[in-house]
């Protein structure tokens, strides 16, 4: 997320949010998730969070039981459109 934010220094505030809620909240299921981040998606076997007003997209692993959540990537949305990340 840093690397990306150095780069796209808009994202870096917006980051730092999602980063804030996922540190703080409680989340057992894609619901409770989606209730927090209306924006997100679950594709194939990861969650894509809409991040900076759809201007950024974060994709991600989740163990639900164990709270943990991997970034997998951090994209502009022109990258991810291009599906490279599959």
Same mark, same amino acid.
């Given at each position: 997320?840093r690397?990306? *934010?150095?780069?796209?220094?808009a *994202? !870096?505030?917006? $980051? &730092?949010?999602?980063?804030? @809620?996922?540190? #703080? =909240?409680? +989340?057992?299921?894609? /619901? &409770? @998730?989606?209730a927090?981040? *209306?924006? $997100?998606?679950?594709?194939?076997?990861? +969650?894509?969070? !809409?991040? =900076? =007003? !759809?201007? +950024?997209? $974060?994709? *991600? /692993?989740?163990?639900? &039981? /164990? %709270? @943990?959540?991997?970034?997998?990537?951090?994209?502009? #949305? %022109?990258? +991810?459109?291009? =599906?490279?990340?599959?």
């Amino acid at each position: 997320m840093r690397e990306f *934010a150095e780069v796209h220094t808009a *994202a !870096n505030q917006p $980051l &730092q949010d999602f980063r804030h @809620l996922i540190e #703080h =909240g409680t +989340y057992g299921s894609f /619901a &409770q @998730l989606k209730a927090t981040f *209306a924006g $997100l998606d679950k594709v194939g076997d990861r +969650y894509v969070f !809409n991040i =900076g =007003g !759809n201007k +950024y997209r $974060l994709i *991600a /692993a989740i163990a639900f &039981q /164990a %709270q @943990l959540l991997w970034v997998k990537a951090v994209l502009t #949305h %022109q990258q +991810y459109d291009k =599906g490279e990340w599959k």
